[in-house]
């Protein structure tokens, strides 16, 4: 009987296990299961649906194999102890698009999910809620909107939504998810509403990253008890009171910056010893810097800038002796600069950018710090020569004293700095040559001479900067020839970079970085526009550590193909200068350089050829008196961008090749009236409109483009407004840059 009994049993569970996998092949889909087997079905399921979605650039999910008896040795799967249940999920960088699978509760044992640095977009779908035993959930660098709804995760222990679109409040979500969170990484989203309750149960909560949204409100009592706490980029308003910072504050790392904190700091923020950085910049504090900070004996960071504090700097500060990077941008300093600056002899970065300092740049010693890395003076009063004290500090890597009044030459001396990795002098007064002991920075990363009076050649030295991949020498009065030697610029930068990702300082960036890049990047240009819309005060000191290690910030493709990369790339900035004669045809050489910007100059001769050998996504020649034919080779340049010939005097046949350049999205061919040919009436040429071509009247345009709009025919009346519009793109960047 009992023997009867069993057997039933064991027919029941067949049975139900054949119902298991009719439904599998008839449905295709998943029941949560309890075994191996339902996992690897769930995983075989995602993989279709992954690749239903992402017909092209698939990630390691497509090797996935339904005939492998273990999904546990599936790239990216991870399984428990014994084998026996999935327990893991990472598809991270993956090229994975669309929305979000919605069949993750399936997987009744998974307890991490990463699903980072992929383009996944839509709402989280209501199955992830449904996924109690997720420990770890990393859904950082999508493209993620809609509204928040994770409470029934209750067991996550860390948590990362940033770099999302994510909107709404967090208050149903917490502290319904609280028991036992230790991180949480909201940053970079659309979320709005109060914060200062929200956290009150996360017992356990040591990292809480709210930065880059739209939280508003008063902030979170409780802070003082986390590791780190970052509410920065957001509206959030008020006071700081003293109360908050209690005697047991465990904060290493707070970042208020950028919100609509008023009045004065407490003092009794010295009760937070092991803070390491503490960033209120962009604020609207008043009144004195409390002296009680300097008992803070563990401080590395102290970012005060862009607030109203009183011109005094405490004595106290002297005793952070562990202090590496001090801001006091934009606090509306004025006169000399403090004396007491100059004896924060263990400062490595000292930034006082934005101030009205008219003087004390050599009285107040800042020039004799011995540890001194970086020096951020921009946007002072600052007047007279350069100082040739300068060349005196040896450790210093990065000298920015842009917009500021200094007039005179450029000290020779400046040459003999061997760890200057970036000289940014434009926006001055400056005039005489470019000293050719330049071409000793064989560390120099950025040479910045734009908006100034400087005369004579370009030294053929610089040819020796071999690190040097962003020259900028702009709107100055500069004549000869381009020397051929330039075209060595950047060949090896290796060196530098690999010193950089060496570097084991903590803290490398600051408040300056924004406003360095928006210099240093032409942000009218793409694909530089892009990186432009998205320079939170985060993203610059992201993208700014990735060029400083060698990493470039946008795709770049080689001469003939469209197979991009994100290998580093710069640009050579030469126009709005008096420069003349030919282009060496060594430029072909320049293959780490993305831009070439000629224009505005009297350059003569033919373009050469060697030309199309670059991985341009910027060429611009505008108004110089090149002659000859356009060189057929530039139709190679596939991830060409902007390409701008106009007002010159090229001749013969119009390259029809560049009907085939996909990315081209600025087009101007204009006033070159001995072109002929016909532009193609479909492909991209087409997609332009008929400023593109006016003044080539051997050009054959088709139709519809010479009826798409109305435009001045008169070549000076043309001429006169593109100054204009010159003109008042200058006078724009100068306004962002400066707001």
Request: include cysteine; hydrophobic fraction near 40%.
């Amino acid at each position: 009987m009992m023997m009867k009994k069993i057997i039933s049993e064991d027919q029941a569970f067949s049975w139900r296990f054949i119902l298991f996998v009719f439904l599998i092949l008839i449905t295709g889909t998943v029941v949560a299961g309890d075994s191996l087997e339902t996992d690897k079905q769930v995983l075989l399921n995602l993989k279709s649906f992954l690749e239903e979605q992402n017909r092209v650039n698939r990630g390691w999910y497509s090797e996935w194999d339904a005939e492998n008896s273990t999904p546990c040795l599936w790239h990216g799967v991870s399984c428990s102890f014994d084998g026996q249940r999935v327990i893991g999920i990472n598809l991270s960088d993956n090229n994975i698009s669309g929305e979000m699978f919605n069949q993750f509760s399936a997987l009744t044992e998974l307890r991490e999910l990463d699903l980072s640095r992929n383009t996944i977009g839509g709402a989280i779908p209501d199955d992830l809620n449904q996924c109690c035993s997720l420990v770890y959930l990393n859904l950082s660098h999508n493209i993620l909107e809609g509204e928040l709804v994770l409470a029934g995760l209750y067991s996550l222990e860390k948590l990362d939504l940033s770099m999302n679109r994510i909107r709404g409040d967090v208050e149903t979500n917490f502290p319904a998810i609280c028991q036992s969170l230790i991180v949480a990484n909201l940053s970079t989203n659309n979320f709005t509403g109060n914060i200062d309750k929200c956290f009150d149960e996360c017992l356990n909560l040591q990292y809480l990253d709210l930065s880059a949204n739209k939280f508003v409100g008063s902030i979170w009592s409780g802070f003082t008890r986390l590791v780190e706490y970052s509410v920065s980029e957001n509206l959030v308003s008020g006071t700081l009171l003293g109360s908050m910072f209690t005697n047991n504050c465990s904060l290493q790392v707070l970042d208020l910056s950028e919100n609509n904190f008023q009045g004065q700091l407490p003092g009794e923020i010295s009760n937070c010893k092991n803070l390491v950085v503490l960033n209120i910049w962009g604020n609207s504090f008043t009144g004195p810097i409390p002296s009680e900070m300097g008992m803070i004996t563990s401080l590395e960071g102290l970012f005060l800038g862009s607030n109203r504090f009183s011109n005094e700097i405490p004595e106290s500060l002297l005793n952070l002796t562990n202090l590496a990077f001090l801001d006091l941008s934009k606090n509306n300093f004025g006169g000399e600069i403090q004396e007491i600056l100059g004896r924060f002899t263990q400062v490595k970065f000292l930034v006082l950018h934005g101030n009205a300092y008219t003087g004390g740049i050599t009285s107040s010693g800042i020039l004799k710090l011995p540890k001194i890395s970086r020096l951020e003076l921009s946007y002072n009063n600052l007047s007279g020569s350069l100082p040739i004290e300068i060349s005196e500090m040896k450790s210093l890597n990065f000298l920015m004293l842009a917009y500021n009044q200094f007039t005179g030459g450029i000290p020779l001396e400046y040459g003999n700095l061997p760890q200057l990795q970036a000289l940014d002098l434009s926006f001055n007064r400056l005039s005489g040559s470019i000293p050719p002991a330049f071409g000793n920075l064989s560390s120099l990363l950025w040479l910045m001479l734009a908006n100034n009076s400087l005369t004579g050649e370009i030294p053929p030295e610089i040819g020796d900067c071999s690190s040097l991949l962003w020259l900028n020498l702009e709107n100055n009065q500069l004549s000869g020839k381009i020397p051929p030697e330039l075209a060595k610029i950047g060949k090896n930068a290796t060196q530098t970079f690999e010193l950089n990702r060496l570097r084991n300082d903590r803290i490398i960036a600051g408040s300056g970085e924004c406003l360095s890049m928006k210099r240093w990047i032409p942000a009218d240009y793409p694909p530089f526009s892009f990186v432009y819309t998205i320079l939170t005060r985060k993203s610059c000191r992201s993208i700014w550590d990735r060029l400083l290690k060698g990493n470039g910030v946008f795709p770049v493709c080689a001469s003939g193909s469209t197979v991009r990369t994100y290998q580093i790339s710069g640009y050579l900035q030469l126009c709005g200068n008096r420069l003349s004669g030919e282009i060496p045809s060594d430029i072909g050489e320049m293959q780490n350089f993305s831009i070439l910007h000629f224009g505005f100059n009297g350059f003569n001769g033919t373009l050469p050829a060697s030309i199309g050998q670059l991985p341009l996504v910027v060429l611009n020649i505008t108004q110089n008196r090149f002659s000859g034919e356009i060189p057929v080779e530039i139709g190679n340049v596939k991830c060409l961008q902007n390409l701008d010939l106009s007002y010159n005097n090229f001749s013969g046949i119009f390259p029809t090749s560049f009907n085939y350049l996909n990315e081209l999205s600025k087009f101007n061919i204009s006033y070159n009236p001995l072109i002929s040919g016909v532009v193609p009436s479909n492909g991209q040429l087409a997609t332009f409109e008929k400023e593109s071509y006016l003044g080539d009247p051997l050009l054959d345009v088709p139709d519809f483009i010479n009826n798409r709009t109305t435009c001045p025919q008169n070549h000076i009346a043309t001429h006169k407004r593109c100054t204009k519009l010159a003109v008042l793109l200058v006078l724009v960047t100068f306004v962002i840059i400066r707001s």
